[in-house]
């Protein structure tokens, strides 16, 4: 596709739901990443995958976060028994190559997490 | 040392007039330092980015100034337009790494 593509663009979920949200990066890019931006904050760094490996996920603040990209193209985060303090905007980038300046980050427009 | 400390947090420009947004950084070995732009209800989107060998670089109305021994770089719009009113986040990383550190943001509103 043209962009990266993230859905949904809306989820509410009740507090201890468990939710999935996908990124669709652009075609060929072998950097995916995942970032949680809190409400009038920067984006946070929660995890990285070069192709299908997670090479890092020092960034995801529990056990409850897991993300996977299997085939190396479309990725899964996904939040076990949601807690309100998961609320945020969740975005993904892909980047065509593995090095931070070599490339830039292109974002999805996110997916807005509320939890009640 | 990892922290980016953007300023200020929000900003007010008269139409015409020039926006300057401010950033600071202590990680010595950041060498790639992009801006990005972010309409509401969107990701975040690059607009330009510096590497320390230069103190300024010009796109279209544009501008980043580095200044290495400060550890600070600053981006400046000229003739601001409504149609620049965005966040604007800082960031910084190490070329070769793929972590990128953003600034938190400064909210511009340019005034018709």
Redesign the interface.
Known sequence: GAG?SQSPRYKVAKRGQDVALRCDPISGHV?L?WYQQAL??????LT?F?NEAQ??KSGLPSDRFFAERPEGSVSTLKIQRTQQEDSAVY?C?SSIS?????S??H????TRLTVT | QQQVKQSPQSLIVQKGGISIINCAYENTAFDYFPWYQQFPGKGPALLIAIRPDVSEKKEGRFTISFNKSAKQFSLHIMDSQPGDSATYFCAASITGTYKYIFGTGTRLKVLA
């Open positions: 990266v950097s990443f009038g904050q920067g984006p946070e760094f990285y070069q090479l890092d975005l980038a593995t090095g931070a300046a070599n830039p980050l974002f999805g427009n996110g």
